[in-house]
């Protein structure tokens, strides 16, 4: 029981960390660098990172959930956690599941409109890509409460 | 709020606060689900 609660932690963690710091990466690195990359440089970002980076960042985040949530039901506290019985964990958790839903339902939707990997009205692009900025942002900003709420599961703040 | 995730900087600060806001709301959750010697307990618990 224990060498299973720790792989599965050990998997929630490393899965959470490619997600987050893909993230991180978009909100702290490429979204700022585009408007000094030239405009001939720029399909390197649209057509071959960014598409890679997307890959890992919505498994990482389906990932992430999936063991969070094994861990929790494995270790007897999920319903708890989810009914906020322990709020420390609970409201954590229910904003990890609001940020993986934006990564799959809102942000991957608009970024293959926006970076044209399927068809669509050309003008539509530039909406669908402000929308995935503004989420991606909204995860990031979710991040600094979720993160801190992991982590005062086990070391309480007050 | 589309002003604030616009900055990356006001999302940072936007992020904070919300810690904030979580841990005040966490405890009052908590406090609001202990019975009255669990409360008291918890009091000198904090108080030490």
């Known amino acids: 029981m224990e060498a299973e609660l720790f792989i599965i932690r050990y998997l929630h963690v490393l899965s959470g960390i490619m997600w987050i710091g893909i993230l991180w990466y978009f909100n702290f690195v490429q979204i700022p660098s585009m408007p000094k990359i030239p405009d001939e440089q720029k399909p390197a970002i649209g057509k071959v990172i960014a598409p890679e980076a997307l890959f890992w960042f919505r498994w990482g985040a389906f990932f992430t959930v999936f063991f969070g949530l094994a861990l929790a039901f494995r270790s007897g506290y999920l319903a708890e956690a989810l009914m906020l019985e322990y709020a420390n964990i609970g409201i954590g958790m229910w904003l990890g599941m609001i940020m993986a839903f934006n990564v799959w339902f809102i942000i991957w939707p608009a970024q293959k409109i926006a970076l044209g990997m399927v068809d669509a009205d050309a003008a539509l692009k530039p909406k669908m890509a402000r929308r995935a900025m503004l989420f991606s942002r909204t995860n990031t900003m979710l991040s600094i409460p979720m993160l801190a709420s992991m982590i005062s599961f086990q070391n309480p703040i007050m | 709020m589309g002003k604030i995730l616009e900055s ?28 009255a010697p669990e409360k008291a307990v918890s009091d000198v618990m904090n108080s030490m």
């Open chain 2, 8 to 35: 990356l900087p006001l999302t940072i600060v936007a992020g904070v606060v919300l810690t904030v806001v979580m841990i005040f709301a966490t405890e009052a959750i908590n406090d609001s689900q202990m019975s």
